[in-house]
């Protein structure tokens, strides 16, 4: 045969895309990554809004050192209400085309707890937004959030900043930091050369002709207007919360509502130094508000943690939820959250949220509503937890019947999850309170939340309190749950020492439990240890024994199969895991555990590929994704593709590979 000669050339400066050289081709396809939609994390802004020429310029002129590769940091301080967050969300959203990376927004109100700033679960929500899977280790997410922003610039948001320690922690490689505080201790970011300035409160022009912009210029005297501005002592939070009610009843005065507010000023006490005038300017609008709107007003200083919905509202007890939620919306009280969570939630200004505290403080039936509150999030926890994994063993008798159900196990855990932060605040609320039986039992019901989205953070810090108040309700069988469960935590953080030390102190207690399952989660955890100590023999052993404890309970006997199947194939008995992996999933599809019809194909899998058979393993790994995808279970999910990756590898299956891969980036939006 004669041989061509080919020559390939590739002329120009810039080459975009795939270059594919070769002297001859048939075939080829070219993948090409999915999509990833460029995030856009603040709300909208509001359409009354008075240009802030100072604040603005000094952003613009942040801009210009962005679009020359840099980074560069901005920081706004002053009074709760001033503006600083409609400032920026103006800003970002008329200059997003600067940012190819996109917006995106934290409010480390909602990431701060007792111990500070939850740092790695903001991180996992950045990356997840941009795209990125977050490496399990918090370290690694530091890097990677570094990683992404040194490819594509981001305007990266940080609303009620406390510290500059926190801000610093979150710098990107590039792009522009903004952030937002009500303290004056940011001024430590000028040592990183960031520009940190205070805003102030409207002047008197541009208080009127903020006011002017949504009342027009036939209503109220220029007079009124400015009495108006210093009555609200020039803050646009307070003057769209006077402005919302105008608006809402046009038989409503101008001058009607300034001699209210100055009649005030002789017999209401302030709240605090900071914020005296603003007691004088929100009394006026709560007085105005409807019964069941006051009431709601009234949980919202009441509830512990930031987001409120009709759900809630009802369950309390606030008469026409719907309608008064509206009325506060209406009046600016109350914000919508925008994320992609499931229901509608809405969230008050932290000054809005003092004010209403200070309103629900002297309330006769205070601590019957907070109670309310908490078992509301009990009663509901407890309803996911059973939506979700109907047969695990649990201690506390079931609740929350009278509450909607879920219409899938998949969206009950999509509410644990988007009601993450009040429901910590709920146990640490409860915690303080010294309602100790409904600590251990939100504790119990957030197992799937923790243990299939890796809230660590959260994981740990609820279950601290969870072992505390399971030991002052005299309840040995919660103690060793608590403990457990929080073993489990340190056990999958790699803290095996810490996990170890929490089995012990719960081994102590099982001479005081009569419930032989409760004490079989300890054989359990301990054979977590043993395979993670290189120990699978004794895991093995382990789990025998947890298998034991468990007999007559189906759910259980499953799982202890599924953990003894896994010690099998690490001690070199794949053949025995799959002849118990069989068994198991014979017993699940009698009892229709989902969960664990869900889990037992990954072990499958990774016992035939130890025996040397990938296409079986790969069918069990595509099983196990398939069904995870479908109850929303992201974390074993993930586990099935990074599996079915390796195995594309060992067979040489592009193809394979690249669904695989595509999918992972698809799970870490």
């Not at 009354?48 to 002129?61: G, H, I, M, Q, S």
């Amino acid at each position: 045969m004669e041989r061509r000669e080919v020559a390939n050339t590739v002329s120009g400066t810039t080459v975009g895309g795939h270059v594919v050289q070769a002297g001859s081709i048939g075939s080829l396809h070219l993948h090409q990554p999915p999509e990833v939609a460029t995030p856009h994390q603040t709300r909208p802004p509001r359409e009354t809004f008075v240009n802030r020429e100072p604040e603005t310029a000094v952003l613009t002129a942040a801009l210009r050192r962005v679009d020359e590769g840099g980074l560069a940091v901005v920081a706004f301080t002053g009074l709760g209400g001033v503006g600083k967050t409609e400032l920026v969300v103006k800003f970002a959203t008329e200059r997003a085309a600067h940012f190819p990376g996109g917006v995106l927004y934290a409010d480390l109100k909602a990431y701060r707890h007792r111990a500070g700033v939850d740092l790695a679960g903001v991180l996992e929500m950045f990356l997840r937004a941009l795209g990125k899977e977050p490496p399990r280790e918090e370290a690694a997410r530091f890097a990677e959030f570094r990683t992404a922003t040194a490819e594509k610039r981001c305007l990266i948001f940080l609303d009620n900043a406390e510290h500059a320690a926190e801000v610093r922690a979150l710098y990107p490689s590039t792009g522009l930091m903004v952030a937002a505080s009500r303290e004056r201790r940011l001024s430590a970011l000028r040592l990183d050369g960031a520009e940190v300035r205070e805003l102030d409160r409207l002047s008197a022009a541009a208080g009127a002709a903020l006011v002017r912009g949504w009342l027009g210029p036939e209503r109220g005297a220029d007079g009124e207007i400015a009495a108006l501005v210093e009555r609200c002592a020039g803050l646009p939070l307070a003057l769209n919360a006077v402005g919302g009610q105008l608006l809402g009843r046009s038989r409503l005065k101008v001058g009607q509502v300034v001699a209210e507010l100055r009649d005030q000023e002789r017999r209401l006490t302030v709240l605090d130094n900071e914020e005296g005038n603003l007691r004088l300017t929100y009394d006026p609008v709560y007085e105005r508000l409807s019964p069941q709107a006051r009431a709601l007003y009234h949980l919202i200083g009441v509830h512990p943690g930031p987001f409120v919905s009709a759900e809630l509202a009802e369950a309390v007890g606030v008469e026409r939820a719907e309608e008064a939620l509206d009325e506060l919306h209406l009046v600016h009280l109350l914000d919508e959250v925008v994320d992609a969570a499931p229901g509608d939630r809405l969230q008050a200004h932290d000054v809005v949220r003092t004010h209403a505290y200070a309103c629900a403080r002297e309330l006769p039936d205070r601590d019957g509503l907070l109670e309310r509150d908490v078992a509301y999030f009990r009663s509901r926890a407890s309803l996911a937890d059973r939506a979700i994994g109907r047969n695990r063993l649990r201690l506390q008798d079931p609740s929350g019947d009278d509450l909607p159900g879920f219409a899938s196990d998949a969206a009950a855990l999509e509410w644990l999850h988007a009601e993450r932060a009040n429901l910590r605040a709920v146990v640490e609320a409860a915690a303080e309170r010294g309602w100790h039986g409904e600590v251990w039992r939100l504790c119990e019901s957030l197992w799937p939340l923790y243990h299939g989205r890796k809230l660590y953070d959260d994981w740990i810090a609820t279950h601290r309190l969870g072992v505390d108040s399971a030991q002052w309700d005299s309840r040995p069988d919660a103690v060793v749950r608590m403990r457990n469960q929080l073993a489990r935590a340190h056990h999958e953080r790699g803290e095996y020492r810490s996990a170890a030390e929490q089995l012990a102190l719960a081994t102590e207690q099982v001479p005081l439990v009569t419930d032989r399952q409760v004490v079989g989660v300890l054989y359990e955890t301990d054979g977590l240890l043993c395979l993670a100590d290189g120990r699978p023999g004794d895991a093995v052993e382990r789990f025998t024994l947890a298998l034991a404890e468990n007999r007559g309970d189906d759910h259980g006997e499953i799982v202890q199969s599924y953990n003894l199947a896994q010690a099998l194939i690490a001690d070199g008995r794949a053949q025995e895991a799959l002849a118990v992996l069989a068994g198991a999933t014979a017993h699940a599809e009698r009892t229709e555990d989902g969960d664990m019809l869900m889990k037992l194909p990954l072990v499958r899998a990774r016992a035939h590929r130890a025996l040397g058979q990938p296409d079986l393993a790969v069918a069990h790994a595509r099983d196990c994704a398939r069904r995870a995808e479908a109850r929303s279970q992201y974390a074993k999910e993930a586990q099935a593709h990074t599996l079915l990756l390796a195995l594309a590898e060992e067979l040489d299956d592009a193809e394979l590979a690249e669904s695989s891969r595509a999918r992972l980036r698809e799970l870490s939006d």
